[in-house]
């Protein structure tokens, strides 16, 4: 028996992506000086407030910078604030323990008063909102440093991170004011892994960086580089320096730091760390890759190391070994407690992923697959009352009772090998204990992972020791509980809000696709389809049906609001990129549109595709993809790298088909917008650095002309990820950025920063959604959820003198009265529907002309037009089926006696797509009998 295999994340490949979009071709580095630029400029630029309508004066923009997004007012926070993200860092206040901060890798600081019953952001207006790291000062717990940047490396030749920060940011008041220090703006400061403070000088300060190990004598003001690794290649070991540990019982700075990720790492010890650079080799193996460190609070002579394996084998970023020392960590003191060569096949998978490693023990199939992430998951924490209990968090958490010789798994992922999610979720990267925790009265333990913070009561409940235990999905002692109240850390892909804007769904890294509604609120999202999500779709008129996807070209379908899903791939032999756009036509939501290194074509709502073109120009895959509204011919698609391809054959074109190409600049295209009103209007954005990152077309795509504004409303150089125009002002821009919003006035010829107190976060997704006549913007952040606000809130009022218009099959054509007062109100008039046309619009009361085209066909047809932010829905009927039935009986068989019947007879057939009356005959022993059956709505044969 086999069962498919379906991993939740796939973290190198989200790596990998993210600098795709923005590395400029033949570069290894992003160049964070771009952001230091960006947000100086910023400071610069024009202001506006969408909200307000109007711009905003320096005093005004720098008092909502000082407030959070959540206490402006003016953005509402949608979510999920149940649902968290990637948290690498947890603080506990240990005099007041309420007091708890929390750190998403994109989405900043978080504050709780009430042991994390609700959270709220500190640090949304830092500059930079990428967390690795923070510490909090032991004898003034309101003073906290916070490390930016994410420092993981995902291979041996890999020399930058994901995420990069900006240094080390500091407060003394408990997170209300931060400050950047100084002398942490340099490069090597762009990946804090650790910081931790002097347990004997609050001055003392040491962080591991990407070059090293850092100190500061004087509270951060100052600092020196006091050790850097080399590693195989004469530079900085890989990756640079890890994790640190220091002693607490000693009269001097004891510490230790793990160096290196995927060449031989390295642990180092200094026993006067502020005084002399004397930094030796305690523990160091071939085989040994990134290493994480804890040292027993109970007994600080007792020293813990859990290492990830770089060797080329079934243990790949798994485990290597998990060492002890009993001698404060001395050369020649560490013994190995576990290896991955353990006849014990459950103690040496603690860093893989258990449903792989337990496959054939299970009985679904084989399977050796040890492999792991320990590159990107991996810490180790020691219980403050006992040295021998050990945890380890990989992608589940284990725990030993032994020192680290036998483990049992303390909060498991998965529910045994079914890939359903577990009670807690996968990718553990902190562990911390309650300040108070005892081992009696207090078991409490708190975790952050990918999926946001978690805590348990019990930390000494009973784990699973055993692969049958885990194949039959026993439950542990040890109980979960999530913390993520209000926690708003999620980093979406892709997201979209309902036609009536009351729900929103969205793709997101290694929480899937979620959903959330107005009536839940923040923290009623939940998971409608699993993985890392991607983008998504709503057909327009049947609300219902969802599209959603997963990595590459993996669309599902839901006809029933996302309570279930099924593939709609059928016809599809190609793969995309690791975020595979596809949108729904407009005119028809029954059709989209999807691509690889090809593009395709689905006309029955993903049941089946077909090809559309040729091989695509250009070397890259599509990234982008749009259809016009209101002409479904033309269909334009960007490549990832730079190329813009259109078709004005959309309904025709198949794998013979040569799109167009056109070159703007090299780069990834990260998104392609028509304008609402107007399809030879085209937008398109880039997110690579360097050049011009907004572009717009006024011929459908022949043509492109650059639109990053001039002078002060000019925009910085920084990736550009998504268009929108506001259907009731199209010369309203916005774009979303890796800065946040900006907004245009005057269809691109300057911008200024949208300064509604919107988060410097960046904004992956945007979608301008109208409804009686209010324009909504909707903003999805890769760090901050998601988030929406008004945008003409004004006094307009526009109204029609019906919502639905019933014609006849034939073509036909009028007007519509729109009301629109007070004068000065603007008003716009476009279909979404190839067979009905419109034109209007106008400031004040008018009409709109309407056209639409005879129905050919047997069936009734639906079509919607957008009219002054009111939706016109034209219900037309097909033509009338005169044609008489054919009907053709199969059982009982024609002409086939059939005996001893007394009551009733089934009959069973099929007749043809038409309506009517049609004889039977029947012939009996007394003679003939004759039926007339009705078919009253047949179609297909049915």
């Keep these: 028996m086999d069962k498919s295999i379906k991993l939740y994340d796939k973290p190198r490949e989200a790596f990998e992506f993210y600098r795709q979009k923005r590395l400029p071709e033949g570069e290894t580095q992003l160049p964070v000086e771009k952001y230091f630029d960006a947000s100086e400029k910023m400071s610069r630029m024009p202001h506006f407030s969408s909200a307000l309508d109007r711009s905003l004066d320096s005093r005004e923009w720098k008092e909502m910078s000082r407030s959070s997004v959540k206490d402006s007012g003016i953005w509402s926070q949608l979510g999920p604030g149940n649902i968290g993200g990637r948290t690498r860092s947890i603080l506990i206040n240990p005099?007041?323990?309420?007091?708890?901060?929390?750190?998403?890798v994109s989405g900043g600081v978080w504050k709780?008063?009430?042991?994390?019953?609700?959270?709220?952001?500190i640090t949304d207006f830092i500059g930079n909102l990428t967390v690795g790291s923070m510490a909090m000062d032991p004898s003034s717990p309101d003073t906290i440093l916070v490390g930016t940047g994410e420092g993981v490396v995902v291979s041996e030749k890999d020399t930058v991170g994901d995420l990069r920060g900006a240094g080390i940011f500091k407060t003394t008041?408990?997170?209300?004011?931060?400050?950047?220090l100084e002398n942490t703006k340099t490069a090597d400061f762009y990946y804090v892994n650790d910081i931790v403070f002097s347990p004997l000088n609050r001055n003392r300060i040491y962080a591991a960086t990407r070059t090293g190990v850092w100190r500061s004598l004087d509270a951060g003001l100052t600092w020196e580089n006091v050790h850097n690794p080399l590693g195989q290649n004469g530079g900085t070991i890989n990756g640079g320096c890890f994790d640190l540990a220091i002693r607490s019982d000693l009269p001097g700075d004891y510490l230790l730091a793990a160096c290196g990720s995927f060449e031989q790492s390295t642990v180092y010890r200094n026993i006067k760390a502020a005084e002399t650079l004397n930094w030796i080799s305690v523990l160091t193996e071939r085989g040994m890759g990134r290493t994480a460190l804890a040292i027993a609070p109970s007994d600080q002579n007792v020293v813990y190391a859990i290492a990830s394996s770089i060797e080329n084998n079934n243990y790949r970023s798994a485990l290597y070994a998990v060492f002890r020392s009993g001698d404060g960590g001395s050369p020649g003191s560490w013994t190995s407690q576990t290896r991955n060569s353990s006849s014990s096949k459950f103690n040496s998978a603690i860093l893989s992923?258990?449903?792989?490693?337990f496959f054939s023990d299970c009985g679904y199939g084989s399977s050796d697959d040890f492999s792991g992430q320990a590159w990107y998951d991996l810490v180790i924490a020691v219980d403050p009352v006992d040295s021998n209990r050990v945890w380890v968090g990989g992608i589940d958490i284990f725990r030993s009772d032994d020192g680290g010789i036998n483990w049992g798994l303390a909060g498991p992922v998965y529910k045994g090998t079914s890939f359903e999610l577990g009670p807690i979720h996968p990718d553990q990267h902190v562990l911390v204990f309650h300040p108070r925790y005892n081992g009696t009265t207090n078991r409490q333990l708190f975790v952050g992972n990918d999926g946001g913070l978690y805590r348990t009561d019990n930390a000494l409940g009973s784990v699973l020791t055993t692969i049958g235990s885990y194949c039959t999905a026993e439950k542990s002692g040890i109980d979960w509980i999530s913390l993520n109240n209000n926690y708003g850390v999620t980093q979406f892909y892709f997201g979209l809000a309902t036609p009536d804007g009351k729900s929103y769904i969205g793709g997101t890294q290694d929480n899937g696709t979620l959903m959330g509604t107005d009536e839940r609120g923040v923290n009623g999202w939940r998971e409608i389809n699993g993985g890392d999500g991607g983008y998504v779709a709503i057909d327009p008129n049947i609300p219902s049906t969802i599209f959603a996807s997963y990595t590459s070209i993996s669309i599902r379908k839901s006809t029933d609001g996302g309570a279930t899903f099924g593939s709609a791939t059928s016809?599809?032999?190609?793969?995309g990129l690791f975020i595979s756009p596809f949108v729904l036509d407009p005119s028809e939501p029954s059709r989209l549109w999807t691509g690889g290194n090809y593009i395709w074509r689905s006309v029955n709502g993903g049941a089946r595709w077909e090809l559309a073109s040729s091989l695509t120009s250009g070397g890259s895959q599509v990234s982008a993809i749009a259809a016009a509204p209101g002409d479904a011919k033309r269909v334009i698609a960007g490549m990832g790298d730079g190329y813009i391809l259109r078709t004005d054959d959309g309904l025709t074109a198949n794998s013979e088909t040569f799109w167009s190409p056109t070159l703007p600049r090299r780069g990834f295209v990260s998104s392609i917008y028509f304008d609402p009103v107007n399809s030879d209007i085209v937008y398109a954005t880039y997110s690579t650095f360097g050049g011009t990152h907004v572009w717009r077309s006024l011929?459908?795509?022949?043509?492109?002309?650059?639109l990053d504004g001039s002078g002060s409303g000019a925009l910085p150089d920084i990736p550009v990820h998504a268009i929108?125009?506001?259907?009731?002002?199209?010369a309203r821009l916005y774009i979303g950025t890796d800065a946040g919003v900006f907004v245009s006035s005057d269809a691109g010829a300057s911008w200024a920063v949208e300064n509604s107190g919107f988060a410097n976060v960046i904004t992956e997704s945007l979608q301008m959604h109208i409804a009686n006549g209010v324009s909504t913007l909707y903003a999805f952040t890769y760090g901050r959820g998601a988030w929406r606000v008004t945008v003409n809130n004004n006094s307009c009022n526009y109204s029609l003198p019906t919502a639905t218009l019933k014609l006849n099959a034939s073509a036909s054509n009028g007007?519509?009265?729109?009301?629109?007062?007070?004068?000065?109100?603007?008003?716009?008039?476009?279909?979404?529907?190839?067979?009905?046309?419109?034109?209007?619009?106008?400031?004040?009361d008018g009409k709109v002309a309407y056209s639409v085209e005879a129905n050919k066909s047997l069936d009734s047809r639906i079509g919607t037009a957008l009219i002054a932010g009111k939706t016109l829905t034209v219900i037309q009927p097909g033509l009338e089926d005169r044609e008489v039935p054919l009907i053709s009986i199969r059982n009982p068989a024609p002409r086939a006696p059939v005996n001893n019947i007394t009551g009733l007879i089934n009959l069973a057939g099929s007749v043809s797509d038409n309506s009517g009356v049609r004889e039977v005959r029947w012939e009996t022993s007394r003679g003939r009998v004759e039926l007339l059956l009705s078919v009253l709505t047949v179609r297909n044969g049915v």
Excluded: H, Q
Aim: glycine fraction near 14%; charge should be negative; proline fraction near 7%.
């Design 95 to 104: 005099l007041n323990p309420e007091i708890m901060y929390a750190a998403g």
């Design 173 to 180: 008041d408990g997170g209300m004011n931060w400050t950047r």
């Design 699 to 706: 011929n459908g795509g022949v043509s492109w002309s650059a």
């Design 112 to 121: 709780t008063n009430d042991a994390g019953a609700s959270w709220n952001p």
């Design 353 to 357: 992923t258990p449903p792989l490693a």
């Design 724 to 730: 929108v125009a506001d259907p009731a002002n199209t």
């Design 815 to 844: 007007t519509i009265d729109v009301k629109a007062g007070p004068a000065g109100c603007n008003w716009t008039a476009s279909s979404r529907t190839t067979w009905l046309k419109v034109a209007g619009g106008g400031s004040s």
């Design 571 to 575: 016809g599809i032999e190609d793969f």
